[in-house]
């Protein structure tokens, strides 16, 4: 049998308050993660501060948030080094690697390249969004991913002793999580780190609201009635307003009129369509 660890990681980066070549660079200051067995329970962790190359003045909202300040930072090592002493901690066994929402994986990221050090994780064989399994676990729609703290605090997770906005304390958080939601369906949250994952993360969802735009499927656009299911019928034309398109909707069997707000969206999966209903 192959040996299998989670890894779960974050980071702590300084936005910086100038572009450098033209956009802001979001610049890792701090590592921290958690190695957990097969059994989600932390076994060993990792905790670096990264003393800054391209950006040395610390914004005053990381410093707020972290509590991080500029003597720490100066008698902490680059970037490269401490990324080669974390690729040793987390070593060679088959790792799934476990974060709250995608947005650490995308700043490691741009960081390996603006160091030019390659554009994939190399630790990393399969990936699960931890953000995403507990918002469908706790219900909530695509629209409300909930903040790691909040998340906790739903879950019944005491974060009082615990450091929010640090690395390391932010991953145990995330670890303690997964582990209070964690069920069966978080198997299928896992998903191989391969070329398709890479793509997905770079790819820019749109919103596409011109009306003649031939990806959008005009029958897709009418909602269902929220009390019989029967498709409506529309009985206005669609117009444009705020990046959507309204329009007038009738249900034959429930003789009830709607206001509708169709916003169409295109996903890396295809077009999606955004449907909202008022009752009049
Ligand atoms: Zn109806």
């Not at 989670?6 to 660079?25: A, M, Q, T, V």
């Not at 929402?101 to 190399?122: P, R, Y």
């Not at 629209?143 to 390391?168: F, Q, T, V, W, Y």
Request: hydrophobic share 40%; with cysteine; aromatic share 12%.
């Amino acid at each position: 049998m192959v040996f299998m660890q989670y890894i779960i990681f974050d980071l702590e980066w300084n936005n910086g308050n100038r572009p450098i070549k033209g956009s802001f660079f979001d610049e890792i200051i701090e590592i921290g993660a958690v190695r957990l067995d097969e059994r989600l329970n932390p076994v060993d962790t990792f905790s670096r501060l990264i003393k800054p190359t391209a950006n040395l003045r610390l914004s005053s909202l990381v410093k707020r948030l972290t509590h991080i300040n500029k003597d720490e930072l100066s008698n902490a090592k680059h970037f490269k080094p401490v990324y080669a002493d974390f690729l040793k901690w987390c070593g060679l066994a088959e790792t799934t690697v476990v974060t709250w929402s995608t947005m650490d994986i995308q700043v490691l990221l741009k960081n390996l390249v603006f160091h030019k050090m390659g554009d994939a994780l190399e630790f990393m064989h399969h990936f699960a969004d931890v953000q995403q399994f507990v918002r469908e676990k706790l219900g909530l729609d695509a629209g409300r991913s909930p903040g790691l703290s909040a998340a906790a605090e739903i879950l019944g997770i005491k974060c009082d002793d615990m450091d929010m906005h640090r690395a390391l304390d932010d991953a145990i958080v995330t670890a303690k999580c997964l582990k209070s939601a964690y069920n069966e369906d978080f198997l299928s949250f896992i998903k191989p780190a391969d070329s398709d994952f890479y793509k997905r993360l770079a790819f820019k969802a749109k919103v596409i609201f011109d009306y003649d735009n031939r990806l959008i499927k005009k029958s897709l656009m009418v909602p269902s009635c929220p009390c019989c299911g029967l498709m409506l019928k529309r009985s206005s034309a669609f117009t444009p307003r705020s990046k959507a398109f309204d329009a007038s909707f009738f249900c034959g069997g429930c003789d009830t009129h709607f206001n509708g707000r169709v916003r169409v969206k295109q996903e890396y999966d295809g077009i999606v369509y955004i449907k909202k209903l008022n009752e009049l």
